[in-house]
């Protein structure tokens, strides 16, 4: 089992920043691929930016050149920095895992105020 808990998000004007960080925990060996989906009222949840252990990553057309995904593998952390953010950004924050199954943090909610 993989226990995933996030930290950062909250209120910030458009055009701001801010940081969702990722800690896993449990059993995390070499957990193939981290990262952040999002989920809007009303919509479906969906990709934000994923990062392999292998350094490749994947992210969402809406982000691209705004946000910005690490993770360290030996700490088994993900980080989203979102710049430039839009009230569109709206929405919980989910950090994912998967290793075999996949993995869901609790969410964090994001609020940007145009």
């Known amino acids: 089992q993989v226990q995933l808990v996030e930290s950062g998000g909250g209120k910030v004007q458009a055009g701001g920043s801010l940081r969702l960080s990722c800690a896993a925990s449990?059993?995390?060996?070499?957990?193939?691929?981290m990262g952040w989906y999002r989920q809007a009222p009303g919509k479906q949840r969906e990709l934000v930016a994923t990062r392999t252990n292998g350094g490749s990553t994947s992210y969402a057309g809406s982000v691209k050149g705004r946000f910005t995904i690490s993770r360290d593998n030996a700490k088994n952390t993900v980080t989203l920095e979102m710049n430039s953010l839009k009230s569109e950004d709206t929405a919980v924050y989910y950090c994912?895992?998967?290793?075999?199954?996949?993995?869901w943090g609790q969410g964090t909610q994001v609020t940007v105020s145009s």
């Open positions: 449990g059993s995390t060996f070499s957990l193939q691929t």
């Open positions: 994912y895992a998967f290793h075999g199954s996949v993995y």
